[in-house]
C-alpha cells in the first residue's frame, strides 16, 4: 500500500511517518528533509529551493517533482509514505502521472486534521537537532538539557522556518495551496481524515486502522 499523508505544518506528519516506517515497513518520504538535506549539502536542487524555503514559502512544483521522481525510482517497488508531498493539486497530478509511468498506484490520502491555534502553537515551540535531526518541543518534549540533544549530544536549534513570521506565511501558503487537495484526493475515492490533535500513540492507532 503506498499512501500520502498530509496535513498543515505542525500537523505531525513526520512524526508518524517515521512511526509507520519503524512499525508497519514503510519507506518514508519526506520531501522537507530531502531538500533541507540538498540545502545543507549545496546540490543544484538545494540553491534552488534554499531562498524559497527560508521565507516560508512553497517551493515551485517543478523542483518538487524532479526531486521525488528521482528518490521513487530508488525504491524498487518498496511501499512507501510521500510525507510533505504533494502539496498542491498540481503536484498530485504530476505524482499521478509520475507513478502511473512506473506501474505504480497510490492506495491511500490520509489528511491529519489539527485546529490552527495548535498549530501555531506546535510550530513556534518546536526544535530539531541539527546532528541526527530529532524532534523536540520546548513544552511538550523538552530536552533533559537545554539546547542539547537526549540521543546524540549534538546542537538543538529553532528551523529558521518555525519563527512566528515565518509560520504565519506557511499557514496562509497551505490554507490557499493544499486544503484543495482534500476535494482532489475525495473525487479518486481514495482520501481519508485522521484527528491529529490526540496524543502521538492514539493518532498511530488511527492511522493503522485506516490502512487495513
Keep these: 500500500m503506498n499512501i500520502v499523508l ?22 518514508q518520504l519526506s520531501t522537507g528533509d530531502l531538500l ?23 517551493v515551485p512544483d517543478a523542483l518538487v517533482v524532479e526531486m521525488v521522481a528521482e528518490r521513487l525510482k530508488e525504491l524498487s517497488g518498496k511501499k512507501f509514505i510521500l510525507d510533505g508531498f504533494p502539496r498542491t493539486p498540481p503536484q498530485a497530478v504530476a505524482l499521478g502521472e509520475m507513478l502511473a509511468t512506473m506501474g505504480l498506484k497510490l492506495s491511500k490520502a490520509v489528511f491529519l486534521e489539527v485546529p490552527q491555534e495548535e498549530l501555531f502553537e506546535r510550530l513556534v515551540g518546536r526544535r530539531v537537532c541539527s546532528k541526527c535531526g530529532a524532534i523536540f518541543h520546548i513544552k511538550s518534549k523538552p530536552t533533559r538539557e537545554e539546547g542539547i540533544c537526549d540521543l546524540c549530544g549534538g546542537a538543538v536549534v529553532q528551523r529558521k522556518d518555525d519563527d512566528a513570521n515565518v509560520i504565519s506565511t506557511r499557514l496562509k501558503n497551505y490554507e490557499s495551496a493544499t486544503l484543495p487537495l482534500k476535494e482532489y484526493y475525495s473525487n479518486l475515492g481514495v482520501y481519508v481524515g485522521v484527528p491529529g490533535n490526540l496524543d502521538t500513540e492514539k493518532v498511530f492507532e488511527g492511522l493503522s486502522e485506516v490502512l487495513k
Aim: proline fraction near 2%; aromatic fraction near 6%; glycine fraction near 16%.
Design 36 to 58: 533541507r538535506a540538498a540545502v545543507k549539502a549545496q546540490s543544484e536542487l538545494g540553491k534552488r529551493a534554499h531562498s524559497y524555503m527560508d521565507r516560508g514559502d512553497l
Design 6 to 27: 498530509f496535513g498543515a505544518p505542525g500537523a505531525g506528519k513526520g512524526t508518524q511517518s517515521s512511526l509507520l516506517e519503524k512499525r508497519l515497513g514503510y519507506v
